[in-house]
């Protein structure tokens, strides 16, 4: 029996199309979580078509690097102003004109931002950032427009200001700050893989001549391609597509950081974490170049939420999957 979120559901023994049902209606709620099942997975019979965008046998890709360049770095924030009163001909001052501050996220990670099927409201991690950075310049966290992107979609849509901010576990690396700018980060995650119960998939290894899958445009790609020898890459256009793969024999692990990861095995009781981390991946919030002052905001928004406990209370309410928290990541500023 699971009863997370007020919610008894028997689990037993499912045929793969009822675990494909199962997977898009947990990632949608953002809250099933199963115990380990006795009976082996479902097999799937049969050619089944990949997911719309999915391609396979993906060139090699560059190791994502933020050493090199202190990545991590970013603007000292200045003193805040109240909200509803940003300093005049600022960033800030030109959303709060708007209206409203656009956001690109997504709605398929689930934890950190997937939509809830009852409510209809977009919830998760990096939405509860987002709404934090929209009530310090309105004072409502309700002016707020999201806009769905995929992994690679983040980088284009800040250069081209379609959006105000990118907050979707968006990792902060040297080739991306010649693109656009960053927050300090607000979250450290590990790269991992995921795969299915008993497959004796246990670590990297494993994988040598395997099919590993990643949402197109993640840093997880060239990382898990300068590990593994011989690594057949699939790519997606999203995270659930990968476990789909998985699901219907059309690959073999799935790869990326553990927070998204364990968001995609709450969805499944056949498919588990395994092995040691790959590596660290910073996430901070995307913001287009030139945009110092909003930078500087962001980053004061995150203090609030290290200061006053609400990031800690943010991480028990999603994270406390992945365990006991080590506190919010501590920042380093340049002036």
């Known amino acids: 029996m699971n009863d997370r979120c007020g919610v008894r559901v028997r689990i037993k023994r499912l045929t793969t199309s009822a675990v494909l049902i199962l997977a898009v209606g947990?990632?949608?709620i953002g809250c099933a979580r199963?115990?380990?099942?006795?009976s082996p997975p479902p097999v799937a019979f049969g050619a089944r078509p990949l997911p719309p965008g999915a391609q396979t046998d993906v060139p090699e890709e560059p190791v994502p690097s933020f050493q090199n360049c202190d990545a991590t770095v970013s603007l000292r924030p200045g003193p805040m102003p109240p909200p509803a009163q940003m300093p005049q001909g600022s960033t800030m001052a030109d959303i709060l004109e708007n209206g409203r501050l656009i956001v690109g996220l997504d709605i398929g990670s689930n934890l950190f931002s997937f939509r809830d099927p009852i409510s209809?409201?977009?919830?998760?991690f990096d939405v509860d950032i987002a709404r934090?950075?929209?009530?310090?310049?309105?004072?409502?966290?309700?002016?707020?427009?999201?806009?769905?992107?995929?992994?690679?979609d983040r980088t284009e849509a800040l250069a081209d200001h379609s959006v105000d901010v990118v907050v979707k576990t968006m990792s902060i690396t040297c080739d991306r700050l010649e693109e656009v700018s960053f927050s300090t980060p607000y979250y450290v995650a590990y790269q991992r893989i995921l795969s299915t119960r008993n497959s004796g998939v246990t670590g990297p290894r494993h994988l040598i001549g395997k099919r590993v899958c990643a949402a197109?445009?993640?840093?997880?790609?060239?990382?898990?391609?300068?590990?593994?020898p011989r690594v057949r890459m699939v790519t997606t256009t999203t995270w659930a597509d990968c476990l789909v793969m998985?699901?219907?024999?059309?690959?073999?692990a799935v790869s990326t950081d553990d927070a998204i990861l364990a968001g995609l095995a709450e969805q499944d009781p056949w498919v588990e974490l395994v092995g040691p981390s790959l590596g660290a991946e910073y996430y901070g919030v995307g913001i287009p170049q030139g945009q110092d002052d909003m930078v500087r905001f962001?980053?004061?928004v995150l203090d609030q939420l290290r200061s006053s406990g609400q990031w800690q209370q943010m991480y028990e309410r999603w994270l406390s999957i992945l365990g006991p928290s080590n506190g919010p990541p501590q920042p380093v500023y340049r002036d």
């Open 34 to 38: 199963f115990p380990a099942p006795e």
């Open 298 to 300: 962001v980053n004061g």
């Open 132 to 152: 934090a950075i929209a009530r310090a310049i309105f004072g409502d966290e309700a002016t707020i427009e999201f806009r769905v992107l995929s992994s690679a």
């Open 246 to 252: 998985m699901q219907q024999g059309q690959a073999d």
């Open 26 to 28: 947990a990632a949608a």
């Open 120 to 124: 209809g409201d977009i919830q998760g």
């Open 216 to 228: 197109r445009g993640a840093t997880s790609i060239g990382r898990i391609q300068a590990i593994v």
